[in-house]
């Protein structure tokens, strides 16, 4: 088969498509032939920092849609020519290449009224958005949320969903994306870069602060925000902790959700697997009914996905970037 091809430790941008064995399924597995697969932060940071997991040379991308080519032995349920998404195991060759393999307990069905390019949008940042809002997350004590970063994939998707459960929702963008984050839901937009955003955020709640925050920027991110959480709040993270001493114990009991997607794949736990299987039907489902946007802005082909990372490595695409595969 053709694959795009990491031959070494942050050589993502010299990435070449090449030959490469078709993969094969054991027990429990199927052979997805790739239609679409999506692109993500994390592509660009695991290939920077590099994976001892991986066998050079390596495959990239986690978001795989496509069809069932070949079904391992005890798998039921799924049989070839099924139309199936999934978020893949980052330790393992991903969705960049004409097959994927992948475990058939965690993959979701694709309705036929959603393309592969916009089903290949939603694993790694739909789910991501959804399993802080509707697994972390107490929504029904959340009156109004602060999602940074409402421009990019999580962000995006976290917004719709707020929005979707009935939520005021307060975002941070970059100005020229805030007519692109109001259009997505969001009551309120900050300029991160112009505006003090604790002042809007008091502002905007009288004082009190937000009842949540979903951080997708980082370390630092997350510890400012810590200030702008009303007394019993939570701050759900992406992207790194916050600093947990910048808040005196025993003041606002805040409650702390570290989101981290890809590590069901490395619990063995089946309940914890299956349950991203379950997340896709779900979003899925809210795709098909018109609730939630797949954010899908740009299709690219295998080639250029190189120069693609390198456009989400200096943080400044909004929405979905997916590579045609067929």
């Known amino acids: 088969m053709k694959a795009l091809l990491l031959h070494g430790k942050n050589e993502w941008r010299d990435m070449k498509v090449e030959d490469f064995e078709k993969p094969i399924s054991n ?63 980052f330790n393992k060759q991903g969705g960049f290449a ?30 991501t958005a959804y399993q802080a809002l509707f697994r972390k997350l107490p929504m029904n004590a959340i009156d109004v949320i602060l999602i940074h970063g409402g421009a990019g994939g999580v962000g995006g998707f976290a917004i719709q969903l707020a929005k979707y459960a009935g939520k005021t929702v307060i975002s941070t963008a970059s100005e020229p994306n805030h007519d692109y984050v109001k259009s997505l839901g969001a009551d309120y937009v900050i300029d991160y870069r112009n505006e003090n955003v604790k002042e809007r955020v008091m502002e905007i709640t009288n004082g009190r602060g937000v009842d949540a925050v979903l951080d997708t920027v980082g370390r630092d991110s ?42 069901i794949h490395h619990q063995n736990d089946r309940i914890a697997e299956r349950d991203l ?29 190189p120069q693609a990372l390198v456009e989400l490595s200096e943080r400044h695409v909004k929405g979905k970037i997916v590579a045609k595969i067929k």
Do not use: C
């Open 222 to 263: 997350a510890t400012a925000s810590l200030d702008m959480i009303a007394y019993n709040g939570h701050i759900a993270h992406i992207a790194g902790k916050p600093d947990y001493d910048h808040i005196k114990p025993f003041t606002k009991v805040i409650s702390y959700h570290e989101i981290a997607l890809n590590a």
């Open 27 to 89: 027990k429990g597995e199927v052979v997805v032939e790739v239609h679409a697969a999506g692109l993500n932060p994390v592509d660009y940071k695991t290939a920077t920092g590099w994976n001892p997991n991986w066998k050079t040379p390596h495959i990239l991308g986690l978001d795989v849609a496509g069809i069932i080519h070949e079904v391992g032995e005890g798998v039921i349920g799924w049989q070839k020519g099924d139309r199936v998404v999934y978020h893949s195991d």
């Open 98 to 127: 004409e097959y994927g393999v992948t475990t058939a307990h965690t993959i979701s069905r694709i309705p036929d009224s959603i393309t592969f390019e916009e089903a290949a949008a939603l694993p790694t940042a739909g789910y």
């Open 277 to 305: 299987a379950k997340m896709g039907d779900e979003f899925l489902a809210l795709v098909e009914q018109k609730q939630i946007s797949p954010l899908l802005e740009r299709v690219i082909s295998l080639d250029e996905v």
